[in-house]
């Protein structure tokens, strides 16, 4: 079976995949520090305790952590005898590379989440997903990945907030009720919140505007689903849309090698 690792700068998620469905996904924090044998402890615990007794003899790895990425090779060299695709490394074959400006080193997973989208939509959709920082991928009509934006992510700006403002405390996002906050927190989560469905309007419209073609947003990630409710900015929301583009990866690779 396919272990498929989507490694990102906050959290990595495993997930196991038998040819048809993902019959398991955990979560844990990225430290690049952690080991082989610690990651193969950790997942054989979690096997145990959802009784799955599989044999893992494929792994595929998207990593926006470059340094991590040598401890799960050696996890899948010593503990499942196999040795690992790497999407943007050269021997793992993409269908469709990215057209960008020569020399750029385009992050891992948005060319996973363009291979994902593109398979379940086809082309020319943008691509929007809230990790660590918040990508915006266009995909063309063929399926490549042929550019996008980077904003700072929901929790990533809240915390530059409290990190360089003395006075401001650590705050969770939330939809507020009103835009006017009384309290010190909720002005807070006013300006990220609201501020972020300006920025994913404006940033979508632009695209739109400046590619001239319908398009289709597709979203991804936690967080989602909580500005989807305020405002309609997303035509679908897809929580396992990096995942699904390792898959799409893998196989392709396996047929054409
Ligand atoms: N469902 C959720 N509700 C609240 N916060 C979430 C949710 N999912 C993810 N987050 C937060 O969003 C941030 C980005 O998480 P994640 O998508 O795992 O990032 P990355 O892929 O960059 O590691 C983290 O701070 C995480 O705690
Ligand atoms: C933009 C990112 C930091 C997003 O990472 P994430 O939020 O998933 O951890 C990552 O895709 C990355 O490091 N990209 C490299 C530069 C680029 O994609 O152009
Ligand atoms: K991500």
Sequence with gaps: MLLAIDCGNTNTVFSIWDGESFIATWRTSTEWQRTAD?????????????KLDVTIDEVIISS????????????????????????GKPDCLLEQPPRVDAGTAVGPDRIVNAAGAFDRHGGNLIVV?????????VVETDGAYVGGVIAPGVNLSLEALHNAAAALPHVDI????????TN????????VFWGYIGLVREICARIKAERDTPM?????GGLAPLFQQASNLFDVFEEDLTMHGLTVIHKYNKENT
């Design 64 to 87: 926006t952590v470059p340094r991590v990425v040598f401890n799960l090779r050696v996890l899948s060299d010593r503990y499942f005898n196999c040795r690992p695709l790497v999407v």
């Design 38 to 50: 610690q990651y193969y402890v950790w997942l054989s615990t979690l096997m145990g305790v959802q």
């Design 216 to 220: 289709k947003v597709i979203a991804t």
């Design 184 to 191: 010190t927190v909720a002005c807070m989560q006013s300006g």
């Design 174 to 181: 939330t939809m507020p009720q009103r835009v006017v906050g």
């Design 129 to 137: 997903d809230f990790g660590t920082a918040t990508t915006f991928d």
